[in-house]
Each structure stands twice: as structure tokens, then as C-alpha cells.
């Protein structure tokens, strides 16, 4: 057994800490304050590799491995949890189905220009009545005159506001249920294809969570992405990766708030001494510490089994499950070490608690990932 | 156009600390990195590179075997290809040694036409090496380089003074050592760390690479020698004052008034 | 710099050199109990300390000079020129170069290279010069490297100093080395302290090394000219005698337009004024704990309030905060201000470097362990976004507060 990451893979914590540190740190508070998507920070991640990092060099991406693929989440989300998610919804939601399902044609067309990192790409499952159900799918897509027209709402889509191509599941068959879906590529701006309502959320104010309105949006008949009704197969496999992704936000947020942890507890004096010194406080930490390194060590498992081509659906779903209730304990015991101040937005810790919560509930709420876990031991 | 930027790497003398009870450096856990100044060079190289994609770009360091760490950060960074100097009989040069040894694996590579240093190293921060590997290689230097443009051929660079600059033209091949006010060195990028460890390499030439005798290099060719090292006195105790911060800063400010400081 | 050694035979194995090493260069086999130094030797000399006690730790055994050192004599200081004045450097080297000279018993000579500039070769005599050895050329009227090294090495060879000091300035740091390797000599940059080993003659050059965490003491044994490059600021200024007797040596280095192949196009004074933060007797400095770059306004305020320049530790500079002109420290400029108020400054070593020869300091900084109280007159242990400004509106009063301390201590 070897817990050693590789060179490359140390360079890639060693850049992303620094780009993370100067780039996207400083502009943290800011985004989180004004609910603003830092498209400033976009640009410069497509510059550095980050928006096609597990896509080969073939296809204009970094060819980056899976577990690199999460260091970086975890590293930016570490300082911006916002900013971790744009880049993981774009690169585990939207442009890996496109490289594990695409055709030749639909990845020189629409994953080369998400990779090299000018478009940003979403994926569009949920619904206002289909969410953890995601097989009640209202949107549907049916073939007129060659072309596939594409009817219905999406909801709480990432980076749904400022994406320009999405992977959105649609009923082309509801006799069929499940093997009724299927998936398809669309671009933004199209005739038929609206932004509705951008939520106001809780934390990940920085990323834009939005609803898509297809109203007979018409696509060319090559928009299907895999088989007519291999839909659901595409969104499950691919919320199986996803999920390391969100799994390593959560592991980023929950170290990024352990660090706040430690440098104030060192800094801030009570009773004559700075608190760092008080057992009960560095109990506390120590809990903090051994749950991060748990998830650190599920979570780089999970990418570790996907990046070697081993099963990994209930790998992820461990990692992501206690990763994500990591975060937000651990988010929660910060704010308590920093009493007061913690309680503001002078200090990042009550950010992070805001953000950590997000990730117990998208791609798989924690009961999600209790149903993977149980039926993978179970089955 | 073939470009050498010259690197080292160096202790980040940033992260070290004196132990105040021994009064000896606390030499744990300070990380090693790329010189800075030396990042500013190779940023300005590699926009030489952005400009003429063709521009080939040489990166070359003396040091240890760990030393390859750094010059593959630049290779990330977008240096083509990557040198290390590295051999005992390099160890323990002075600045006079060391640029004999980087004058002779430049001679090596041939072909230059801009060479590119930093102003100095945080280690030693003699800002010797550049001059003196000019001086060695026979070619025009400017140091502290704060601009260069291309201009027929020739470049026209700004050199920082104290209280000001001026405006050189100096003609190909010449030595430049860069200041951090040069540029904004770019990160290594995703693709370029695969690359680093991929399609490119880090050559490992020692002393019968370079073909130069054994008391050119290294100890041997020194001409400067440690007598005696030392770590500064600390002062005595100082007054420290108490109460609130307005209590102490009336305190502070009668007593400088009253010493007849302020 | 040069090399260390161990003596095998002295060595004990005790491993203290490995730990005080700053480069990890020292390996010790503990089978053996010996160490040994390992290719990442800088010989930064920080491991000589270490083996006070064994007295193991050497420099290595050294080739032999070449040349005939007692053909070397006199001490010579290049003084610098920038437009037809003198520059303050070279008025403290002068002060520094003449009491080598006296301690030698050897002349001190000036250095003047430029064009129409005798009148400075008188000021150089009066401020101590015995001779001063004058190059007048239209090629060497503005300063270029390849002009001046060319002068100056034919100067060397035909005069032969000892001793040849420079400022560590833009320009002395350009030239010194680039002249160095051309004569084949050693040469110490950046020296905060010059002595004269009685038993030898030899310059004993002190500087920071290690990023100011250590200091050293370094000799050039076998070659001549002793040369370094010492920090202005540093030593103390010659003061002139007016109508003081010395010679004027003309000299020609035969240096001509064809020698140079750089081509000034251009000086310009920068717009921006350099804060000379040298210059001033009271320094405001922030760092670190700062936390953002809006503190320095908070720092201005109180620097306009004592008539004050702002000054900075490193790692603001390298956050972009502030201009690198502000910095402090041994990368920075090395300032000895009648006060010094140091502001969320912990005082690393190499900020220490550059100020704790000021007269006064005052350190405000929230952890009660920074090094910076190490070397403070005054210590305030807060927030210095509450004490600084605190610290403005007590200034407002400060005779009030004066009479105050006074009368408290005669109580």
C-alpha cells in the first residue's frame, strides 16, 4: 500500500494552493457578499489547465488524473467553495459524459471547447417534481421533421446562468420509465432556450444556481448524447463521479475551516494566554483533524478506484456522504472556536458553515448516498 | 531564438526562523522553492515564447539532485527543456566558481541568443552570478531589468536605478538579470506539469559533461572563504506597557515626547 | 562564498552541524558517528558555531595565490558619480576606506571615472582621499558596465590595491562582479562591517547571510584586490576638510565608443519620488499583520501626523501592498531612524536586519512571542488597528502627556 501521490500530482496541489492563495482567496468574502459568479477567476482557470483537467491532451484538456482532479477541487474550495463547485460541475458533471459517451463528432464539436475552456458547461437533471426522484422527468424531447424538440424546466441547475453547454435529460419515451430518458447536448444562446430564476441560496453564492426554460427549443438530431434511452444510465454514472467532486469541495471547505481554526486559536488570547492552549479546545481540533483525514483518505480511495479503472459507485457515495457531514461539523466547531467573531463575516468560518451544507444535499442528498452504500452491501 | 534562463533553488529564507532560546536557525519545515527573481526571468522568456512560438527555451540550474524539483516547475511553467549541473565537485562554489561552471555548460548548449537570470538569490543575495557568468560567456549585461521590448534585431530594456531608470539598447546575445517589477510570472499550468513529467526532461550533466578541470568548479576555484558565521545579539528587555490601547498609546507618546524623540 | 570541511578525526558525530545546516547539506552516519558535508554545501558558514566546542567544522584546504599578494597595496574606494555628484555611498566608504587605510598604514585613493568631473576628484580629497586616480573620457561620461570595467581593470592592473571597495548600489552591484571576474579576484557583496585581521592584513568582510538569518564573516585569501561592495546607510561619513592636500592621478584606460555594447538612450528620474526611506528619521512601518493593503493608510496617517516615512516588511512588498522602495530589511534598504515604530511587523530575522540599528523601536503587534519585541525599546502587545489610532489622537497631547511621564518619574 503506497499513500504517496505522485509527483505530478504533489505539483498540482503546489499550484493550485498558490493560484488558490493569490487568485481566488482575496476574492472570496466578495463573491460570497454580492451573490456575484467570479468571472474574473473563470478565465484565469481555463489559462492554468483547470477546465479540462481530466480530459486528455487530445481534446485540448491537461490530462490530469482523477486524484489530482480532486486535490484541485479540494484545494480551491478550501479558500472558496463557490469557486470549487464551478470547476467541478463543469468538469465531472458536464464534460465527462461528453468524453465517456460522446461520439468522435460531439467531442471535437462540444467537449474541445469546454476543455481548452471556452464555453462552461452544466448538466441539467433536476426538476421542481423530479429531484432525488430524478426518474420523474417532465421534460421531454421528441423528433420533428429530423430534429429533436425540447420542452420543460429545469431547476437548481449549476453554473445554470452562465453556462454555454449543458447536458439536460429529457423523456423521449414515457412508456418506458427510466429507459425512457435520454441526454443531449445543448448550447446556449438558442431560440427557445430561456434562463428563469436565479436562486438565492444559503452559501455557494458565488456559483449561479439557476432554472432553464426549453420551450420547443430545437436541436440537430446529433444533440443525443449515447443511445436514445440511456439517459438515466448517463446521469447515474456520471453522478457517480460527480460525487468525488463534491466530496472533494466538502474535504477543501472542512481543511479550509480547520486552518482558520488553527491560526486563530494561536492567535486569539483569553485568560492570558492564547486559547490554542485550552484542552478543551484542542480536543475539539483534534476531532476536527482525524474527521478531515478520514475523508481525505475516502475521497482520494474513490478517485483512486476511478482513475484505475475499478468499480467506484460506492466508494463515492462514502466519500461524498462522509465528507459532506464532515464539512458541516467540522464548519460548525469553527464558528464555535471563534466564538463571536466566527459568528461574522470578518472571519471566513461562518461562510464556510454556510457553504459546507450544499454539499449534504446536491448530486445525492446523504440519504442518496446511505441508499448506494446499503445496496451495494446489501445487494 | 534560444533563450537559457538561469534558476536556482533556494530555502525559502522567508519561512525561517532564529530560535530564540539556542539562538540557531529553525531550519524544520522551511520549504525549498524556485529563486523569485528567477521566476520573473523565466516569465520573461516564456513571453518571448508567447510571441515567437518557435522560441526555444533552456532552463539550467546547479545544485543537488533535489534542485530537479525546481526545474521542473519550470518546465510546467512552459520551459521546452531543462539542465542540472549537478556533481560533488560542484559543491561549496562562491559566486566566481559558479558562474565558471554555468559559463561552460552554456558554451555547452551553443547558440544563444539571450540569457536570462535573476537578480539575485534569496539565499546568498550577492547578485554576482549574472555579471559574472556575462563577464565569463564574453557578452554585454544589463541588470535589474524592469522592461524589455524587441526592436530590429536588438532590444531596448529598462534598467532600475535607485531614484529612477534608464533606457538601454544592447544587441543579441546578452546577459539580463530580472527584477520582480519585470513581470508577473504565470503559474505552471495543469497541462504543463503532465508535460514536465511526460515529453520533457532534466538533463543531469556533471563535471565530465562539461569538460572543464576539477579546480575550475566548485571548492577548488573559490576564491572567497567563510572565515566565521554568527547570529546577531538580541537587544535587551524592552519596556512593555500596559492597559487599554489608549492608555498605552499616551504612555508611549509621553514618553517619546518627553525623550524628546517626537 | 567557499567551503567547509570536517575533521574526521575530530568529529565526534554529535549531529549538531546537521541541525543548525539551513540546507539540509550535512548527512551524519550514525554507525560511524561522523558527518559529512553533502553536494548542497552553499558554505553559508552557519555550521562553524555549531562545532565551537570540536572545533570539526573548517574551511577547506586552499590553493595557493598565484601572484605575489605584497605587490598589493593601498586601499582604494571606486567613488560614485551619477551626474557630476558624488554620491552619499562613496562620501561613507571614503570615511569607512580611509580608516582601513590608517589601520593598514597605506594610502586611501579615490576612484573617479566620467567625463568633466575634476572638481570631484578635489571634493574626494577632502573628504579623505590621499589620491585620487582620475578617468576622463567622453565614453565614460554616463556609467555603462562595459566603459567602466574596462577602466577600472586596467587601473587595477596597473596600480595593484589591495583593497577596492564599491557601493552596493544599482551600480556598484552591476560592476563590482562583472570587474571581479575579469581580474580574477574574490568578491563580498552587500558588507555591513569591514576589519582589518592585524595578524595578516587580511580585509575581514562581515555581511548577512541566509537571508540576514546569519552573519558572516568572509576573507579572499590568494587573490588581490580584496573586493566588496559594502551597503549604503551603513558605514559612518566622511566629513570633508576643506583645502585637505592630495594628488590628482590622471589616468588613460583608453576606453572608447567601440568598447561599449550597451547604449544609454535615456535617464529618467522617476516620477515618483523615491520615499528615501534611508533618509529619514522616523519610519512608520507595516507588515503582515496588516492583514490588507488599507492598513498602510491607517500607517500614513500616522507618519503625516509625526512628519514620518512608511516603511514595510518583505512580505507586503511581495503581496503588492506597497512599493518594494518602502521595503526594510536585507533585501530591502537598511535604515537606522531616530525612531522606528514597527506595526503588526513580527520581526523575522532579515526584516531585523535592515532597522535594529535604530536609534529608538517601538513594536505593536498582537503576539507577545514576535521576535520583534527582541530588539524593541517599547512594546505594545494589541491590535494596531486599535493602538495606531490611539496612538494619532494621544499625539494631539503629547506635551500634556510629556509633563504627565515626567512628573510620574520624579514621583
Not at chain 2, 25 to 32: D, I, N, T, Y
Not at chain 2, 196 to 214: I, M, N, Q, R, Y
Not at chain 3, 105 to 134: H, K, N
Request: aromatic share 6%; with cysteine; hydrophobic share 40%.
Amino acid at each position: 500500500m503506497d499513500f504517496q501521490v505522485s509527483k505530478e500530482q504533489e505539483l498540482v496541489r503546489k499550484l493550485v494552493r498558490a493560484f488558490a492563495e493569490r487568485e481566488v482567496k482575496p476574492l472570496a468574502a466578495e463573491v460570497d457578499a454580492q451573490h456575484r459568479f467570479p468571472a474574473e477567476t473563470v478565465a484565469q482557470l481555463k489559462r492554468y489547465g483547470f477546465t479540462g483537467m481530466i480530459v486528455p491532451k487530445s481534446y485540448g484538456g491537461a490530462g490530469a488524473d482523477e486524484i489530482a482532479y480532486a486535490i484541485a477541487v479540494e484545494e480551491l474550495s478550501r479558500v472558496c467553495a463557490a469557486t470549487g463547485v464551478i470547476v467541478s460541475a463543469h468538469n465531472s458533471l458536464a464534460l465527462w459524459p461528453l468524453l465517456r459517451f460522446g461520439t468522435e463528432e460531439q467531442k471535437e464539436r462540444y467537449l474541445r471547447p469546454l476543455a481548452d475552456g471556452r464555453k462552461l458547461g452544466a448538466f441539467a437533471l433536476t426538476e421542481p417534481n423530479a429531484g432525488t426522484d430524478a426518474a420523474g422527468q417532465q421534460t421531454c424531447a421528441v423528433l420533428d421533421g429530423g430534429e429533436w424538440v425540447l420542452t420543460g424546466t429545469k431547476i437548481f441547475i449549476t453554473n445554470g446562468g452562465e453556462a454555454d453547454t449543458y447536458v439536460v435529460f429529457a423523456m423521449t419515451d414515457r412508456a418506458k420509465g427510466t429507459r425512457g430518458i435520454s441526454a443531449f447536448v445543448v448550447e446556449r444562446p438558442a431560440p427557445g432556450f430561456a434562463i428563469g430564476k436565479v436562486e438565492s441560496k444559503m452559501g455557494i453564492r458565488g456559483s449561479s444556481t439557476a432554472e432553464l426554460v426549453f420551450d420547443g427549443l430545437r436541436l440537430p438530431k446529433d444533440a443525443l448524447l449515447g443511445k436514445q434511452g440511456e439517459g438515466f444510465k448517463i446521469a447515474m454514472t456520471t453522478l457517480d463521479g460527480g460525487r468525488i467532486g463534491i466530496a472533494a469541495q466538502a474535504l477543501g471547505i472542512a481543511q479550509g475551516a480547520l486552518d482558520e481554526s488553527v491560526k486563530y486559536t494561536r492567535q486569539r488570547e483569553q485568560f492570558g494566554k492564547p486559547i490554542a492552549k485550552q484542552q478543551a479546545l484542542q480536543f475539539m481540533m483534534a476531532d476536527m483533524e482525524t474527521r478531515v483525514q478520514a475523508s481525505r483518505h475516502l475521497v482520494y480511495h474513490a478517485a483512486w478506484c476511478k482513475a484505475s479503472g475499478r468499480p467506484y459507485g460506492k466508494e463515492a457515495a462514502m466519500a461524498k456522504l462522509f465528507a459532506s457531514e464532515t464539512a458541516t461539523w467540522v464548519t460548525e466547531r469553527a464558528v464555535q472556536l471563534h466564538g463571536g467573531y466566527g459568528y461574522t463575516s470578518d472571519y471566513p468560518v461562518e461562510r464556510m458553515m454556510r457553504d459546507a451544507k450544499i454539499t449534504e444535499i446536491y448530486e445525492g442528498t446523504s440519504e442518496v448516498q446511505r441508499m448506494v452504500v446499503s445496496a451495494a452491501l446489501l445487494k | 531564438m534560444k533563450i537559457i534562463v538561469c534558476v536556482k533553488q533556494v530555502p525559502d529564507t522567508n519561512e525561517v526562523r532564529i530560535d530564540p532560546v539556542k539562538g540557531t536557525l529553525v531550519r524544520e519545515g522551511v520549504p525549498s522553492i524556485l529563486n523569485p527573481d528567477d521566476k520573473h526571468a523565466l516569465e520573461a522568456a516564456l513571453r518571448f515564447k508567447d510571441a515567437d512560438p518557435a522560441a526555444r527555451i533552456v532552463v539550467l540550474s546547479m545544485g543537488p539532485p533535489q534542485a530537479e524539483e525546481a526545474l521542473r516547475e519550470c518546465l510546467a511553467m512552459g520551459a521546452d527543456e531543462a539542465i542540472l549541473l549537478s556533481d560533488r565537485a560542484f559543491a561549496g562554489a562562491d559566486t566566481w566558481a559558479t558562474s565558471n561552471t554555468l559559463a561552460a555548460a552554456l558554451r555547452k548548449i551553443g547558440d544563444y541568443d539571450l540569457v536570462f537570470a535573476g537578480r539575485q538569490a534569496i539565499d546568498g543575495d550577492t547578485a554576482q552570478v549574472g555579471p559574472q557568468l556575462a563577464e565569463r560567456l564574453g557578452i554585454p549585461q544589463v541588470t535589474y531589468v524592469q522592461r524589455i521590448e524587441r526592436r530590429d534585431g536588438k532590444l531596448t530594456v529598462e534598467r532600475q536605478l535607485e531614484d529612477g531608470h534608464e533606457v538601454i539598447e544592447v544587441g543579441l546575445p546578452c546577459l539580463l538579470t530580472a527584477i520582480k517589477e519585470l513581470n508577473e510570472p504565470r503559474y505552471m499550468s495543469v497541462g504543463g506539469i503532465y508535460d514536465a513529467f511526460g515529453e520533457k526532461t532534466v538533463a543531469v550533466w556533471g563535471l565530465k559533461d562539461l569538460g572543464v578541470s576539477p579546480d575550475q568548479v566548485g571548492l577548488e576555484a573559490s576564491l572567497t572563504q567563510v572565515q566565521r558565521s554568527f547570529t546577531p545579539e538580541p537587544k535587551g528587555q524592552a519596556v512593555r506597557l500596559s492597559g487599554t490601547a489608549a492608555e498605552m498609546a499616551e504612555a508611549l507618546v509621553g514618553s517619546l515626547a518627553h525623550r524628546h524623540v517626537i | 562564498m567557499a567551503a567547509v570541511v570536517i575533521l574526521q578525526d575530530k568529529c565526534v558525530g554529535c549531529g549538531l552541524c546537521a541541525k543548525a545546516c539551513p540546507f539540509d547539506a550535512i548527512d551524519l552516519d550514525k554507525g560511524a558517528r561522523k558527518a559529512s558535508i553533502n553536494e548542497k554545501c552553499t558554505a553559508c558558514g552557519s555550521c562553524f558555531e555549531s562545532c565551537k566546542k570540536f572545533g570539526a567544522i573548517v574551511h577547506g584546504a586552499r590553493r595557493k595565490a598565484k601572484a605575489d599578494l605584497s605587490e598589493y597595496r593601498g586601499v582604494w574606494v571606486y567613488v560614485e558619480q551619477r551626474a557630476g555628484v558624488v554620491q552619499p555611498v562613496a562620501v561613507e566608504l571614503l570615511g569607512e576606506g580611509r580608516r582601513l587605510a590608517d589601520a593598514l598604514g597605506v594610502e586611501l585613493s579615490g576612484v573617479l571615472l566620467g567625463e568633466g568631473i575634476e572638481p570631484l576628484a578635489r571634493e574626494a580629497i577632502e573628504l579623505g582621499a590621499d589620491r585620487v586616480f582620475l578617468c576622463e573620457s567622453p565614453a565614460l561620461a554616463g556609467y555603462t558596465t562595459d566603459g567602466h570595467t574596462k577602466a577600472l581593470d586596467a587601473l587595477v592592473r596597473a596600480h595593484k590595491p589591495e583593497i577596492l571597495l564599491f557601493g552596493a548600489t544599482h551600480i556598484g552591484r552591476d560592476l563590482a562582479p562583472r570587474l571581479a571576474a575579469r581580474v580574477d579576484t574574490g568578491l563580498t557583496a552587500d558588507c555591513t562591517k569591514l576589519e582589518i585581521d592585524p595578524a595578516d592584513r587580511k580585509l575581514l568582510q562581515t555581511r548577512p547571510a541566509f537571508g540576514g538569518n546569519v552573519m558572516a564573516t568572509i576573507v579572499t585569501p590568494n587573490n588581490r584586490p580584496q573586493m566588496a561592495t559594502v551597503r549604503p546607510g551603513v558605514m559612518k561619513k566622511a566629513e570633508a576638510k576643506p583645502g585637505r592636500a592630495g594628488e590628482i592621478v590622471r589616468f588613460d584606460a583608453a576606453v572608447g565608443a567601440g568598447d561599449l555594447r550597451t547604449r544609454v538612450l535615456e535617464v529618467v528620474r522617476s516620477a515618483r519620488p523615491c520615499c528615501a526611506i534611508e533618509e529619514a528619521e522616523i519610519i512608520v512601518s507595516g507588515g503582515r499583520g496588516l492583514g490588507k493593503p488599507e492598513g498602510f493608510e491607517l500607517l500614513q496617517r500616522l507618519a503625516d501626523k509625526l512628519g514620518a516615512t512608511v516603511g514595510s516588511s518583505r512580505a507586503c512588498v511581495d503581496a503588492g501592498w506597497i512599493g518594494h522602495e518602502r521595503q526594510v530589511g536585507q533585501t530591502g534598504k537598511t535604515v537606522k531612524p531616530r525612531l522606528y515604530i514597527a506595526c503588526g511587523i513580527s520581526g523575522a530575522i532579515q526584516h531585523l536586519a535592515g532597522m535594529s540599528s535604530s536609534d529608538l523601536i517601538v513594536a505593536i503587534n498582537k503576539n507577545p512571542d514576535a521576535p520583534i519585541f527582541s530588539v524593541a525599546d517599547y512594546a505594545i502587545v494589541g491590535d494596531l488597528y486599535e493602538v495606531v489610532p490611539a496612538l494619532i489622537q494621544a499625539l494631539d497631547r503629547k506635551e500634556s502627556l510629556a509633563e504627565l511621564i515626567a512628573s510620574r518619574a520624579a514621583a
